[in-house]
């Protein structure tokens, strides 16, 4: 079954997310930070996994490249207010950048590619 880990620091984008994802038919949780994010990736599998930049206790670009150390099983969706990460993001491994402010349009557009 798929299922998607949203890592934010913003809860209510947190929530938001969730609520799209479910209505897509993609179960899914979240955390706040790099440390739960880490523990979450360890004892689960992921297909779809939504990841800021920004977070309080690091950046994504160091989940980045935790993940990196595993096989790959999942597509990595970086979401980021900063365009001009875009090129480094996919460089770090990972599959699309989404920029913030996003679109439920967009998120549904990006999770049918990875289902096609």
């Not at 949780?29 to 920004?54: G, H, P, S």
């Amino acid at each position: 079954m798929k299922k998607a880990l949203i890592i934010d620091d913003e809860v209510d984008l947190c929530k938001l997310l969730s609520l799209q994802l479910k209505s897509l038919g993609i179960p899914n949780e979240y955390v706040n930070t790099i440390r739960e994010a880490k523990e979450k990736f360890r004892e689960n599998q992921y297909e779809i996994i939504f990841l800021d930049l920004n977070l309080t206790d690091g950046s994504g670009f160091e989940m980045l490249q935790f993940m990196n150390g595993f096989p790959k099983r999942q597509k990595v969706i970086v979401i980021s207010a900063y365009d001009n990460e875009q090129k480094k993001v996919l460089e770090s491994g990972a599959d699309f950048f989404l920029p913030k402010p996003f679109t439920k349009k967009k998120v549904a557009q990006i999770v049918d590619s990875i289902y096609l």
